[in-house]
């Protein structure tokens, strides 16, 4: 790896390790779907509480941000291309399901590294 490259990654996992507010629009979670050329992202809403904690509308328990939690999406986005999905997710949905800023800015990095990953056959997993 390239010293650049060791610099860039430094910055990023730094980054990545910093409290975030969470959206009350919801959360999505990404995937690829390999077989069909896809990003996939599941919007799953939340209720945020009085601790900044994603709780579940429906059974008002706390949503862990580690481990699987069953719950069904409330809209499945699919796209081939991470504009496409953003264009999908931000203006053709109205109101779209995003309600902060940084979580749009944190969406579409995400969707471009899955893009890349897709592109290039490597694992995608979602920051």
């Known amino acids: 790896m390239s010293q650049l490259a060791e610099i860039i990654t430094t910055i990023d996992n730094q980054l990545s390790?910093?409290?975030i507010d969470l959206d009350p629009g919801g959360y999505f979670i990404i995937y690829l779907d390999r077989e069909s050329g896809l990003i996939c992202a599941k919007h799953f809403?939340?209720?945020i509480n009085e601790q900044g904690l994603a709780?579940?509308?429906e059974t008002?328990?706390?949503i862990p941000a580690?481990?699987?939690v069953a719950r069904t999406a409330e809209t499945l986005y699919t796209a081939r291309t991470a504009k496409?999905?953003?264009v999908k997710i931000f203006e053709e949905t109205q109101p779209s399901p995003v309600t902060m800023f940084d979580h749009a800015a944190y969406l579409g990095r995400?969707?471009?590294r899955a893009e890349l990953a897709l592109i290039n056959g490597q694992e995608y997993v979602q920051d």
């Open 17 to 19: 390790n910093r409290h």
């Open 45 to 47: 809403t939340n209720i």
């Open 55 to 57: 709780v579940d509308p």
């Open 60 to 62: 008002g328990k706390v």
């Open 66 to 68: 580690k481990g699987k």
């Open 84 to 86: 496409e999905l953003c």
């Open 110 to 112: 995400e969707f471009v």
